[in-house]
């Protein structure tokens, strides 16, 4: 048997899995399916923008906020008829992105995450201060979406369509990897110069790419809102966006299944550790530390490099 | 508001943002320091700053040690931690990875102070710090200060003027200028410079320290309290980021405007101030107020 043919048989299998899911299991394990799914939209939001296109942007959780709120302002004035809230969260953080790209033109590396820094949190405290929309610190109730005239009323029902919408990101960010603009966002990345000299357009593609990172980041706050009853702005503060980068950073910067596994591995475990903060906070500062220290090809690049230390002799 | 009271406002919102300016500045040079001599942004000032109120803290009110004691065992001790950071951690990124590894790390380490502190059970029940100097109530024209307000601005002043001492006279502070200006050519005329940035990295952390020390009496100490960190950097931001002279200016500016929003605009407003200094100066002013043209690097 050839490898793809094992490859494609074990994608196969897992999608098979991941599609009959509800069937066996109880909806609080479904419920972390679906977050799970929103963290790996978010994650290749960050993939896109500081994984190919190397711009380190900490502005993350304002534009899955954004996303969050557009959505869930639909559904309260009777627009939410699926998949409009999520398509509008989509296009507004993306709006918001391309805003962030046009001001992010003028500044490299270290002054970009500052501003990006202050501009996230500066977008939490707009949550925590527009009442009328946000709730305030209280938060604010989320309605439910519907269907052909159904209700989506829990995460079971939820599922599905956050499963399909997931993977025709997960396809996207593929394909958009392999074509002529993730290489020009790649050679940005590498270098602005010579990317310029082989006639890249350097300032389009980074505005591209923060507006596809808003897109996707906006289109995980829609996604949330499919199955979620609740948002406060607590959740969408700097430490979302760290949670953000830590999945991207444990996978690896860079490529696409790294931003997938690494968001599966982090949400899960911060679902095992959801009650203790202070362990949180302890285990993503180590993991960041610890990846930039002897991993920073990520947990995939580091199992590839254990393997083939225990596979050839020691000298090579 | 009439005039009278206008003014009125004005002459305490200047007072105090002074005093607290003060310490923002303490906080902008530790941060300027680092950033001149390796071009990291360090993520984790406010958390190296939680530390040592933290550790002056627990030698206060657990050991029961006196001032005297505690105050240079804090130092020191941060001084220790934070070289030891640069020359655990960032000397194994730094082999391996650009810029933004390093930052990704001093981020890291500041989440990593955060939990420690906060899993120590320590921090739930915010404390707050025994003073030295009494809240002796003073008048400056038609504004309230306390005599602990006076005590930590000279005392911010006479720091600061230390570090300059340092850093302007002796062979010391010239190596730590050569690095600052090109590591390479430093290198060049004998200058060890992965022992300098340990040393950078330790001084800056002594900075935060003191800084700690400094405003500890005046907030409740929390794992959270890191959050001053953000006025360390919008006053570096203010200041040119790679500025001295601007970091001190910066540090006054921004306690003096988030005065002066809290009694002009509104109190939950202060929050905000600083981020929206930071978006402004940046995208406005890159090279801050004060800076000149921006340098541009050869490729």
Redesign the interface.
């Known amino acids: 048997m050839s490898r793809t043919f094992v490859a494609r048989a074990a994608l196969g299998l897992l999608a098979v899995g991941m599609l009959c899911l509800p069937a066996f299991v109880t909806g609080y394990v479904v419920y972390i399916a679906n977050i799970t799914l929103v963290y790996i939209v978010l994650a290749l939001g960050m993939h896109i923008l ?1 994984g190919e296109a ?1 711009q ?1 942007a900490l502005s993350h959780a304002a534009s899955y906020g954004i996303g969050i709120y557009t959505a869930a302002i639909l559904n309260k004035f009777a627009w939410g008829v699926f998949p409009l809230p999520i398509l509008a969260g989509g296009l507004v953080a993306g709006v918001l992105g391309l805003l962030i790209g046009l ?1 992010a033109l ?2 490299r ?3 970009l ?3 990006t820094f ?2 996230g ?2 977008m939490q ?1 707009v949550f925590l ?1 527009w009442k009328s929309v946000t709730g305030g610190p209280n938060g604010t109730e989320i309605h439910p979406t519907s269907l052909f005239g159904i209700e989506i009323l829990n995460d079971k029902q939820a599922y599905l369509l956050v499963l399909a919408l997931t993977a025709a990101l997960v396809y996207a960010t593929l394909l958009l990897s392999r074509s002529r603009l993730g290489s020009a966002l790649r050679a940005v990345r590498e ?1 602005e ?1 010579a990317a310029l000299a082989v006639g890249v357009d350097v300032r389009g593609v980074k505005l591209v790419a923060f507006v596809l990172s808003g897109v996707y980041a906006g289109l995980a706050g829609g996604v949330f809102t499919l199955f979620s009853t609740f948002i406060g702005p607590d959740s969408l503060g700097f430490q979302t966006t ?1 949670f953000v ?1 830590t999945m991207v ?1 444990v996978g690896g910067l860079g490529s696409v299944t790294g931003a997938i596994s690494g968001a599966v591995i982090m949400s899960l475990s911060s679902e095992m550790l959801r009650s203790a ?14 990846f ?3 991993a ?1 090809g990520g947990i995939l690049d580091l199992a590839r490099r254990l393997w083939r230390r225990g596979s050839l002799p020691a000298n090579v | 508001m009439n005039f009278g009271t206008a003014v009125v406002f004005l002459e305490q919102g200047i007072a105090t943002g002074v005093v607290t300016g003060g310490v923002y500045a303490l906080l902008a040079i530790s941060i300027v320091s680092i ?1 001149r001599a390796t ?3 360090n993520f984790a000032v406010g958390e190296i700053f939680m530390a040592g109120a933290y550790i002056a803290l627990y030698l206060l009110a657990i050991v029961k040690v006196s001032a005297w004691i505690a105050i240079p065992v804090t130092i020191v001790a941060v001084f220790v931690g934070s070289a030891a950071f640069q020359l655990g ?1 960032l000397r ?2 730094h082999k ?2 650009g ?7 001093t ?10 502190v ?2 120590t059970g320590f921090g739930e029940t915010p404390r707050s710090f025994p003073s030295l100097v009494p809240a002796k109530p003073i008048m400056f024209g038609m504004a309230h200060l306390t005599l602990l307000d006076v005590a930590i601005l000279a005392a911010a002043m006479l720091i600061m003027a230390g570090y300059f001492l340092v850093f302007g006279y002796t062979r010391l502070g010239r190596a730590m200028r050569a690095v600052g200006m090109n590591q390479r050519a430093a290198q060049l005329v004998g200058v060890n410079i992965g022992r300098m940035n340990t040393l950078i990295w330790g001084l800056s952390g002594a900075l935060s320290a003191a800084a700690a020390l400094l405003i500890a009496p005046k907030l409740l100490v929390t794992a959270d309290m890191g959050t001053v960190g ?1 006025m360390g ?1 919008a006053a570096a ?1 203010i200041g040119g ?1 790679s500025s001295f002279p601007g970091a001190i200016i910066g540090g006054f500016v921004i306690g003096i405007a988030e005065n002066l929003v809290g009694l002009f605009i509104a109190s ?1 407003a202060i ?2 101030t ?3 200094m ?2 402004s100066v ?2 406005l002013r ?1 090279q801050g107020l004060f800076g000149g043209p921006q340098e541009i690097k050869k ?1």
């Open positions: 500081t190397g380190f001001v003028r500044m590396d270290i002054y995450a500052l501003a202050a501009f949190q500066a405290w201060n270098s110069v760290i980068l950073v903060l202070s362990y949180q906070e302890i285990i993503y500062g180590a993991l960041l530390m610890g930039m220290m002897y920073s | 950033f071009g990291v942004a951690v194994t990124v391996s990875g810029p933004i590894n390093l930052v990704i790390a981020l890291g380490l500041s989440y990593l102070l955060k939990g420690i906060r899993q953000i950097f931001i980021f939950n929050a905000v600083p981020f929206v930071i978006i940046l995208v890159p490729v």
